[in-house]
Nanobody, 124 residues
Framework: QVQLVESGGGLVQAGGSLRLSCAVS????????MGWFRQAPGKEREFVAAISGSGNDRYYADSVKGRFTISRDNAKTTVYLQMNSLNSEDTANYYC?????????????????WGQGTQVTVSS
């Protein structure tokens, strides 16, 4: 079993930055690809970013490319999402997720484990 605990969400003004963290426990962290998804009220949960087990491969949704950066520290078993130039459309609950194996997936149904989410609210 893998446990994921997100932190770092909050209220930020448009144009500001936040860094989300996801602490992972339970299995060999480097064996898992990690992802971030988000869900706004009344909308489907959508892909944001993903990173391979080694950290060498990363993929971003077009809506966040150039503004968000996903990274991982395998020694600390933690994955991060640095979010810059935030705008109101980034307001959502952000979820950390894990999938066994090295490859990146964009579909939410490909992931095995999910955190409880952390709320990000961007005020304009």
């Amino acid at each position: 079993q893998v446990q994921l605990v997100e932190s770092g969400g909050g209220l930020v003004q448009a144009g500001g930055s936040l860094r989300l963290s996801c602490a992972v426990s339970g299995r060999t962290f480097s064996n898992y690809a990690m992802g971030w998804f988000r869900q706004a009220p009344g909308k489907e949960r959508e892909f944001v970013a993903a990173i391979s087990g080694s950290g060498n491969d990363r993929y971003y949704a077009d809506s966040v490319k150039g503004r968000f950066t996903i990274s991982r520290d395998n020694a600390k078993t933690t994955v991060y999402l640095q979010m810059n130039s935030l705008n109101s459309e980034d307001t959502a609950n952000y979820y950390c997720t894990a999938r066994g194996g090295p490859a990146i997936y964009l579909r939410k149904d490909a992931y095995d484990y999910w955190g409880q989410g952390t709320q990000v609210t961007v005020s304009s």
